[in-house]
Structure formats: structure tokens, C-alpha cells
């Protein structure tokens, strides 16, 4: 179950036969379970799934990062070593826009009469400087306590290196407040940098109540609909976590929905011979594009979300706010924009007939042709004619006539969503036309050939549910944990200290799997030259055994070069951090099959807009109609239950054996 900014997903799979069932609803805001138990009727009643005989719920949710945008967390307190209760206001310094004298960072999400100091000091070897009392302890806990605070960031400096002091407080809180929410920062995130680090743990103490709230009522209602089934929440490095950890580690969910997208299309893509991607995943609200190489994609350890930085590991995405419910208006400068506004799910885009009357891009792909009448599988109709009366005052605006209008709103969505690839591909040194362009989520089949042609990409992937994929993805991910920790020494010095923490990793990771079947184990360093100010992720062959310090350095070398275009061998070199990944596999028999309701097999034709050459006559074909080698030439129009494939002029689409569809260009 993926739940979106416009809608739910859910993805059925029986293990036994390999059958598969997908289903889409409307998103609720306000409260996302209520789209997923609703969805679960829905699916029982419409498909026949036993929701009682499920063994395993997995769930992709948007809980955590919408209430870092709303700023909806809790009344949260913060105990720091004394002098540094300023740490979060100060940050690193730095300009939220550098050309922007005037633009502010976001303010703490604590105020500052609730950042509270204790008197201890660990040192940058681990060693205790000024030792904390247990007088200081008690104080600090009753002015908690006094502050009204729901939840508590424990965050003092070196205690990465050593949290003895950490824990002690951790400890007492927990005793003298046993309904507080606590974070300790040694347990959110054991590693240098004391401002992402305070950052991240302050975040995961604001979101500990909303989203433990939101887990216990959620497993609640599971629970009541299928006893015993287990129950796994995505987090943003790729991997399920239990409901509980995802309670006490809320953070690590606040990008879990576009991971969960990426997997999917690792898994789907591989079905295809395809290993060298680039996914286009369009949803209502935004895009989010990710370069996949060699069959895995990049992971990023310290991010901005909602402006605050977080220091955790997460699949390298980019988002642009450009999605099919993204609002054309005109700027300021008297030109036409198109997004970050969008319409959501409520009201939604004009021709969803729910009140909405703003234009989108949805209502010029409606306006279009490009958009069937009906979507979701005939559960929302389109109106055209209300797509044409929102659009109609911007056109008037503009002096423009209303299909040049609808082609410039689409124009200038795809122009952002090509910036957003850009960024990941060109200025990394990478060439899109190497990789094929994988587009999912409910509008990614509509703008995918745009945005190809835009980067010269002749090859287009559509997988089997691109609507869905998210929601697949959520049920191919395996459990999996995050392990780190700093050991800073220099490459040609004494090394046994990274051997130690390596073991004493793989020592923590095997007995988080408990002895379970397929736990795999993954070991990678952070580098730099000695003087840098970031690292750079080394991956080790074996996650549990340091190669020799020759291969060390050439593998630091190699990817310095890739990063940044230049290499110094002669320099000096040293690790930071060690990190673990250990994730336990599930065992799969075969390829999923999905499981489709009967479509009209007439192949039926409509005029729609491709260029402001004119409209053209266009092919619209339902998907299931489509049979393993089959070619079907542009311009056409593929629908489906849960998303529509545009084939412009120039195009042709076969399906493989996989049955993707694979879409090629013919300048």
C-alpha cells in the first residue's frame, strides 16, 4: 500500500500462485488510513481478495514528511551540552538561497526556551573532559518535565564516539516520563557532524508522536481485518522496517514513497534485460528522478527535507514540484508557470468534476485528447468541457489560442522535469542517451516521450502497473536495517581500528537478523583526502574483511575521478565512517502475473494534439489488448487501469515477453 499525494495504491500478491491485483483510490489527506482500510474493502469486494488470509501488510506513507512540511509535530523539547543549545539556529552558516540577502533559514522547530543545557563534556577521542552528575540529570528531566513537551531530542557533542552520558539521560527521561517520546541522537544516528546530527534527531522527536499515533491506529485496524499478519513500513534507504522501529525511528520514512519506486523498477526493469535506467516517476504532485546504474541505484547519506538537513541514508532521488495536478498561473514577470502549486487530491484538477477550477496539466492533457474519458478503471470520469473553461481565462491572459495554451502548460512541466534529470545525469558526468528512461507513477507514460526527446533518450521501459509500481515496489523490498559508525583514521596508518568496528558491526547486523534465512550483508567507507570537507562511499567486496590498502586507494581514486572529473594519488587519504547494510531476502518463485479485468477490445480513434502543427487522428488502445511482440505505431494512446501511455508521432511501441512495453524513437 502506497499512499500518494492524490492517490492510494495497493498491490496484492499471492505468493503461492504469483497472481497479482492492483487497485487505486483517492488519497485522504486528512487522515491516510481511511483510504487504506477503504481501499481494502474496495479490493475484497471488487476482486475477491480474503483481506483475512493476508500474511503481510507493506506500506509506503507520506505521514512523516507532510508533517515536516506542515510543521504539524509535536511539542518538542532538546537536552545539549552546555553552551550549545544555539546549535540548531546557528547551523553551518549558510544562505538558503545564496542570491538572496533576504531570505530566512527555516526557523528550530524547537523554541528556544525548551533547548535545555547540561553540564558534561565528552571529548573528540571519546574521553570524558567534564563528567555529567546525576544531580544535573535530575534537574535537566524535571524542567523537561515542567516545559509540557511531548517528546525529547538528547543531543550532546562526541557522544557518537562515546554515549555513556547519552544514555544516562535517555534512561531518565524514560523512567520519570514514561509517556514522553525520546530520541537520543546516538541511537537516531551514531556519526560526526553535530549539527546534521542534532538536526536529525530533533526531526525524528518532533515526528515520534504524529506518526507513532498514526502506526498504532493503522496496526490496530489491520490487526482487526487480518490477525497475525505482519506488517512492514518503507523507509527512504529502500528496505521495510517493523511498525514499531518505524514509531521510534520516524525520520528514516520521509522519503520512503519515492524509494519505493525505485525497487520496483529495479525488479521490473530486470525482467527486461534492462539494468542501466533513468525512472521518471510523475505523480499528482511532483516528479522524482533517479539514475540507476549497473542494476542499483546511487545512495545519498545527508539531505534536505522540507529545509532541514537529515543525515541518514536514502536512495539518491531528485524532486521537482511538477506533477499531473501542478497549477499553470502567470508569474510576477507576466509569463506562464506551471507548478509547484498543485490542486492535490481535493479539489484535484478542473476536469476531475470535484470543484476544482484552477488549470493543470492533467486539464491540458485532458483539453488535449491525450486523456481518456474515464480513468481508474471507469471510477473518475474526465470533462473535457470544464478543462477548456479553466484554461480558457490563462489563454485569454496570454493572447495565446487554447490549444497553444494547453501544448505551453505541458511544455514548461516537462522543461522542469528535464532540469530534474539533468541534474542527476549531465552534471555527474553521466550521458542520458546511455540510459533508457523508465516512466511510472499515474502520469509518467504521459510526458515520458516529451521529456526523452528533450534529452535525445531513444529508449523508453513502461512497465506491466506503471501507476502501481510504487505500491510493487513497497512488496519487493526486503526488510533491511542501517548500521554506522565514525572511526577516523588516515589510509596509511594503523588500520586495526577499522577492522574492529567492522566486526563489531557485522556483530550487531546478525543479531538484528536473528539467525533468520537469506540475511545478506553489505560494508562500504566513507573517504577523503586528508583537509576535505566530505566523504565519498567506497564499496567493500566483502562486508565483513578490509582489503589492502593498494586496492583501498584505488578504488577511492576511481571514484573521485567519477565524481568530480580529477584524482590525486599522491595525496593523502583517510576513512571517516564505516557503514553496514544488512537486509534479509525474500525468497520468490517466478515472475509476478498480473491479474486483469476484462477490457473492450475495440481499438478506437480520437484527434488529439501532439504539436501546434494541428490535431491528428490517434490510435487508443486498452493495454490488455496488447500481446507479447506486438508493434504498435504512432501516434497512439495506451490506456490501463491505473495510468495512460501518450506513443507521439515518431514513436512505436512493442511489447517484450516481459510485457513492458518498450518505446523507440525513428527521427
Given at each position: 500500500?502506497?499512499?500518494?499525494?492524490?492517490?492510494?495504491?495497493?498491490?496484492?500478491?499471492?505468493?503461492?500462485?504469483?497472481?497479482?491485483?492492483?487497485?487505486?483510490?483517492?488519497?485522504?489527506?486528512?487522515?491516510?488510513s481511511?483510504?487504506?482500510?477503504?481501499?481494502?474493502?474496495?479490493?475484497?469486494?471488487?476482486?475477491?481478495?480474503?483481506?483475512?488470509?493476508?500474511?503481510?501488510?507493506?506500506?509506503?506513507?507520506?505521514?512523516?514528511?507532510?508533517?515536516?512540511?506542515?510543521?504539524?509535530?509535536?511539542?518538542?523539547?532538546?537536552?545539549?551540552?552546555r553552551?550549545?543549545?544555539?546549535?540548531?539556529?546557528?547551523?553551518?552558516?549558510?544562505?538558503?538561497k545564496?542570491?538572496?540577502?533576504?531570505?530566512?533559514?527555516?526557523?528550530?522547530?524547537?523554541p528556544?526556551?525548551?533547548r535545555?543545557?547540561?553540564?558534561?563534556?565528552?571529548?573528540?577521542?571519546?574521553?570524558?573532559?567534564?563528567?555529567?552528575?546525576?544531580?544535573?540529570?535530575d534537574?535537566?528531566?524535571?524542567?523537561?518535565?515542567?516545559?509540557?513537551?511531548?517528546?525529547?531530542?538528547?543531543?550532546?557533542?562526541?557522544?557518537?564516539?562515546?554515549?555513556?552520558?547519552?544514555?544516562?539521560?535517555?534512561?531518565?527521561?524514560?523512567?520519570?516520563?514514561?509517556?514522553?517520546?525520546?530520541?537520543?541522537?546516538?541511537?537516531?544516528?551514531p556519526?560526526?557532524?553535530?549539527?546534521?546530527?542534532?538536526?536529525?534527531?530533533?526531526?525524528?522527536?518532533?515526528?515520534?508522536?504524529?506518526?507513532?499515533?498514526?502506526?498504532?491506529?493503522?496496526?490496530?485496524?489491520?490487526?482487526?481485518?487480518?490477525?497475525?499478519?505482519?506488517?512492514?513500513?518503507?523507509?527512504?534507504?529502500?528496505?521495510?522496517?517493523?511498525?514499531?522501529?518505524?514509531?521510534?525511528?520516524?525520520?528514516?520514512?520521509?522519503?520512503?514513497?519515492?524509494?519505493?519506486?525505485?525497487?520496483?523498477?529495479?525488479?521490473?526493469?530486470?525482467?527486461?534485460?534492462?539494468?542501466?535506467?533513468?525512472?521518471?516517476?510523475?505523480?499528482?504532485?511532483?516528479?522524482?528522478?533517479?539514475?540507476?546504474?549497473?542494476?542499483?541505484?546511487a545512495?545519498?547519506?545527508?539531505?534536505?527535507?522540507a529545509?532541514f538537513?537529515?543525515?541518514?541514508?536514502?536512495?539518491?532521488?531528485?524532486?521537482?514540484?511538477?506533477?499531473?495536478?501542478?497549477?499553470?498561473?502567470?508569474?510576477?514577470?507576466?509569463?506562464?508557470?506551471?507548478?509547484?502549486?498543485?490542486?492535490?487530491?481535493?479539489?484535484?484538477?478542473?476536469?476531475?468534476?470535484?470543484?476544482g477550477?484552477?488549470?493543470?496539466?492533467?486539464?491540458?492533457?485532458?483539453?488535449?485528447?491525450?486523456?481518456?474519458?474515464?480513468?481508474?478503471?471507469?471510477g473518475?470520469t474526465?470533462?473535457?468541457?470544464?478543462?477548456?473553461?479553466?484554461?480558457?481565462?490563462?489563454?485569454?491572459?496570454?493572447?495565446?489560442?487554447?490549444?497553444?495554451?494547453a501544448?505551453?502548460?505541458?511544455?514548461?512541466?516537462?522543461?522542469?522535469?528535464?532540469?530534474?534529470?539533468?541534474?542527476?545525469?549531465?552534471?555527474?558526468?553521466?550521458d542520458?542517451?546511455?540510459?533508457?528512461?523508465?516512466?511510472?507513477?499515474?502520469?509518467?507514460?504521459?510526458?515520458?516521450?516529451?521529456?526523452?526527446?528533450?534529452?535525445?533518450?531513444?529508449k523508453?521501459?513502461?512497465?506491466?502497473?506503471?501507476?502501481?509500481?510504487?505500491?510493487e515496489?513497497?512488496?519487493?523490498?526486503?526488510?533491511?536495517?542501517?548500521?554506522?559508525?565514525?572511526?577516523?583514521?588516515?589510509?596509511?596508518?594503523?588500520?586495526?581500528?577499522?577492522?574492529?568496528?567492522?566486526?563489531?558491526?557485522?556483530?550487531?547486523?546478525?543479531?538484528?537478523?536473528?539467525?533468520?534465512?537469506?540475511?545478506?550483508?553489505s560494508?562500504?567507507?566513507?573517504m577523503?583526502?586528508?583537509?576535505?570537507?566530505?566523504?565519498?562511499?567506497?564499496?567493500?567486496?566483502?562486508?565483513?574483511?578490509?582489503?589492502?590498502?593498494?586496492?583501498?586507494?584505488?578504488?577511492?581514486?576511481?571514484?573521485?575521478?567519477?565524481?568530480?572529473?580529477?584524482?590525486?594519488?599522491?595525496?593523502?587519504?583517510?576513512?571517516?565512517?564505516?557503514?553496514?547494510?544488512?537486509?534479509?531476502?525474500?525468497?520468490?518463485?517466478?515472475?509476478?502475473?498480473?491479474?486483469?479485468?476484462?477490457?473492450?477490445?475495440?481499438?478506437?480513434?480520437?484527434?488529439?494534439?501532439f504539436?501546434?502543427?494541428?490535431?491528428?487522428?490517434?490510435?487508443?488502445?486498452?493495454?490488455?489488448?496488447?500481446?507479447?511482440?506486438?508493434?504498435?505505431?504512432?501516434?497512439?494512446?495506451?490506456?490501463q487501469?491505473?495510468s495512460?501511455?501518450?506513443?507521439?508521432?515518431?514513436?512505436?511501441?512493442r511489447?517484450?515477453?516481459?510485457?513492458?512495453?518498450?518505446?523507440?524513437?525513428?527521427?
Amino acid at each position: 500500500m502506497d499512499v500518494g499525494g492524490t492517490f492510494t495504491d495497493f498491490y496484492a500478491l499471492n505468493s503461492s500462485t504469483q497472481d497479482v491485483l492492483v487497485h487505486k483510490r483517492p488519497s485522504t489527506p486528512d487522515d491516510p488510513s481511511r483510504a487504506i482500510l477503504s481501499g481494502l474493502v474496495e479490493l475484497a469486494e471488487g476482486s475477491g481478495v480474503d483481506v483475512g488470509a493476508v500474511s503481510q501488510f507493506a506500506h509506503g506513507t507520506t505521514v512523516a514528511t507532510n508533517a515536516l512540511i506542515e510543521r504539524s509535530g509535536g511539542d518538542v523539547a532538546v537536552i545539549t551540552t552546555r553552551g550549545f543549545r544555539d546549535l540548531l539556529e546557528i547551523g553551518r552558516q549558510v544562505r538558503p538561497k545564496i542570491y538572496d540577502l533576504k531570505a530566512d533559514a527555516p526557523s528550530p522547530v524547537v523554541p528556544r526556551q525548551k533547548r535545555f543545557e547540561v553540564t558534561e563534556r565528552i571529548g573528540p577521542r571519546g574521553e570524558v573532559v567534564t563528567a555529567l552528575s546525576d544531580a544535573e540529570i535530575d534537574a535537566v528531566v524535571e524542567r523537561v518535565a515542567a516545559s509540557g513537551a511531548e517528546c525529547c531530542a538528547v543531543c550532546l557533542l562526541f557522544s557518537f564516539l562515546n554515549p555513556a552520558h547519552e544514555r544516562r539521560i535517555g534512561a531518565a527521561l524514560r523512567k520519570r516520563l514514561p509517556e514522553l517520546h525520546v530520541s537520543v541522537s546516538s541511537e537516531v544516528q551514531p556519526e560526526f557532524r553535530e549539527y546534521e546530527r542534532f538536526s536529525t534527531t530533533v526531526l525524528n522527536a518532533y515526528l515520534q508522536p504524529k506518526v507513532t499515533r498514526y502506526m498504532a491506529r493503522l496496526a490496530a485496524a489491520l490487526e482487526s481485518r487480518a490477525a497475525g499478519a505482519a506488517i512492514g513500513i518503507s523507509q527512504s534507504a529502500g528496505g521495510l522496517m517493523a511498525i514499531d522501529r518505524a514509531g521510534q525511528l520516524p525520520i528514516r520514512t520521509a522519503l520512503s514513497g519515492p524509494a519505493a519506486g525505485v525497487v520496483g523498477a529495479v525488479a521490473v526493469a530486470g525482467r527486461s534485460g534492462e539494468s542501466e535506467l533513468i525512472t521518471l516517476d510523475i505523480g499528482g504532485t511532483s516528479t522524482d528522478v533517479c539514475l540507476i546504474e549497473n542494476g542499483a541505484a546511487a545512495m545519498t547519506y545527508g539531505r534536505d527535507i522540507a529545509e532541514f538537513p537529515v543525515r541518514l541514508p536514502s536512495i539518491d532521488i531528485n524532486t521537482v514540484g511538477a506533477g499531473g495536478g501542478s497549477i499553470a498561473h502567470i508569474g510576477p514577470d507576466g509569463l506562464l508557470k506551471v507548478g509547484p502549486e498543485s490542486a492535490g487530491a481535493v479539489p484535484g484538477p478542473a476536469c476531475y468534476g470535484r470543484g476544482g477550477t484552477f488549470p493543470t496539466v492533467s486539464d491540458a492533457n485532458a483539453y488535449l485528447g491525450r486523456l481518456p474519458a474515464a480513468l481508474v478503471g471507469g471510477g473518475m470520469t474526465l470533462d473535457r468541457a470544464v478543462s477548456e473553461r479553466a484554461i480558457a481565462p490563462l489563454a485569454a491572459r496570454l493572447g495565446l489560442e487554447l490549444p497553444e495554451t494547453a501544448l505551453g502548460i505541458i511544455r514548461i512541466c516537462v522543461s522542469n522535469m528535464v532540469r530534474a534529470i539533468r541534474a542527476i545525469s549531465v552534471e555527474r558526468g553521466y550521458d542520458p542517451r546511455d540510459f533508457t528512461l523508465m516512466p511510472f507513477g499515474g502520469a509518467g507514460g504521459l510526458h515520458a516521450a516529451d521529456v526523452a526527446e528533450e534529452l535525445s533518450i531513444r529508449k523508453i521501459l513502461v512497465p506491466l502497473s506503471p501507476g502501481i509500481l510504487c505500491a510493487e515496489g513497497v512488496a519487493m523490498s526486503d526488510v533491511q536495517e542501517s548500521f554506522v559508525a565514525t572511526c577516523r583514521v588516515n589510509l596509511d596508518g594503523d588500520l586495526s581500528p577499522i577492522v574492529e568496528v567492522i566486526r563489531s558491526l557485522t556483530d550487531q547486523a546478525k543479531t538484528w537478523g536473528d539467525g533468520a534465512k537469506g540475511l545478506i550483508l553489505s560494508t562500504s567507507l566513507d573517504m577523503r583526502y586528508v583537509g576535505q570537507n566530505y566523504e565519498l562511499p567506497v564499496q567493500l567486496d566483502e562486508s565483513d574483511r578490509l582489503p589492502a590498502v593498494g586496492k583501498l586507494r584505488e578504488r577511492f581514486l576511481a571514484t573521485h575521478q567519477l565524481k568530480y572529473g580529477h584524482s590525486d594519488p599522491t595525496a593523502a587519504i583517510e576513512l571517516v565512517n564505516i557503514r553496514l547494510k544488512a537486509r534479509i531476502a525474500q525468497e520468490r518463485e517466478g515472475d509476478p502475473q498480473l491479474r486483469e479485468a476484462a477490457a473492450d477490445g475495440k481499438r478506437m480513434s480520437v484527434t488529439a494534439w501532439f504539436d501546434k502543427s494541428g490535431p491528428v487522428e490517434t490510435t487508443v488502445v486498452h493495454r490488455s489488448k496488447l500481446d507479447p511482440g506486438e508493434v504498435l505505431q504512432g501516434p497512439a494512446i495506451v490506456t490501463q487501469f491505473d495510468s495512460t501511455t501518450v506513443v507521439p508521432p515518431r514513436w512505436s511501441a512493442r511489447v517484450d515477453d516481459a510485457r513492458n512495453i518498450i518505446m523507440e524513437f525513428h527521427p
